[in-house]
């Protein structure tokens, strides 16, 4: 269901937001060519826009589970114990099953379990207002650890820098600021002149459609790449830094994130550009040792194939679509998270991070 469409101010740009006792999602789909909002009205209606990627990237998934829930609770408040017991079970399982690979989905949806498991005792119409406040909590701490995140990361930005990014981490892909862009953001308050180099990020296009929307709107210089044009890019010398987010980080360091990360990383190593990734401490797995055991996603060969209704390949050609690839940690040169930048990640290091 289409909402109002707000005029634009990128700064304060809402990727999610509660209204009127409903989730409304930016349609990130249809970005940048049209800016509005979809309702989500129940859990299946927010597991839904996760998976269509009516709204995408690791914390922004994460935040809109943890609505989906509370969404839900508020459907069945006036049910009986057993009735809101029974659908809150269902929501976390249609939310689990959205999309693999971004941890902060389970995070998110375990938090809310957590919650729920101790309001046994309380009625169900009081867990549903505090399951709506706690989602609308994740939301206000994601934006301000992207904040805090922003700052750790500008430090290692220098005046003038030209930025390589990969994908769209920015306010659209989390409750607000962004990851890598959120640095990026950062270092511009800070004073800096930096400029970007977005990675257009075949196929599904996230570097050109919404980190190019991103920029502009916020009046960050930012040159639209295509994947291919990384490493001449960088043999010319036009490459200071790369800064990208991530999906799922393993315990060792080993990244998930966007498919052509992995490419840059190498590129970067092999022009001695640093690499950075910035993730909160919830795109951290502990329960994964390194990036061999992280899910990849596979996506509809139709993605590949064409692009909203062109089709440029012929019929009967095989496809491959891993929405994900795995940079090894030793191509990272610091985890920027909202704890500080640890340099040349490792599983001490990274345990460290957790205070074990
Ligand atoms: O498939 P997407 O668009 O959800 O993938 C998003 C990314 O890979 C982002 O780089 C990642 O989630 C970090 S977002 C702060």
Known sequence: MQVESPKVESTNVETLRWREGRLELIDQRRLPLEFDYVACADAVQTAAAIRDMVVRGAPAIGCTAAYGVAV????????????????????????????????????????????????????????????????????????????????????????????????NAGALATAGHGTALGVIRSARDAGKRVSVIANE???????ARLTAWEMVQEKIPVTLATDNMAGHLMQQGRVDVVVVGADRIAANGDTANKIGTYTVAVLAERHRIPFYIAAPLSTIDLAIADGSG??????????????????????????????????????????????????RPDTAKIRALFGS
């Not at 990020?201 to 570097?207: D, S, V």
């Open 72 to 167: 839900e609770a508020q459907r069945h408040a006036t049910s009986s114990r057993a009735q809101f017991d029974a659908a809150l079970e269902a929501s976390f399982k249609v939310l689990a099953a959205s999309r693999p690979t971004a941890v902060n989905l389970f995070w998110a949806i375990a938090r809310m379990r957590e919650f729920h498991a101790q309001m046994r005792s309380v009625s169900p119409q009081a867990e549903a207002e505090a399951l709506l406040a706690l989602a609308k909590q994740m939301h206000a701490d994601d934006i301000e650890i992207n904040r805090t995140m922003g700052r750790h990361g500008a430090a290692l930005i220098a005046d003038g820098a030209r930025i390589m990014t990969h994908c």
């Open 201 to 207: 990020t075949r196929p599904y296009l996230q570097g």
């Open 294 to 343: 992280i899910p990849i996603e596979e996506r509809d060969a139709a993605e590949v194939t064409g692009f909203r209704g062109v089709r440029w390949a012929p019929e009967g050609v095989n496809v491959v679509n891993p929405a994900f690839d795995v940079t090894p940690a030793a191509l990272i040169t610091g985890l920027i998270t909202e704890k500080g930048v640890i340099e």
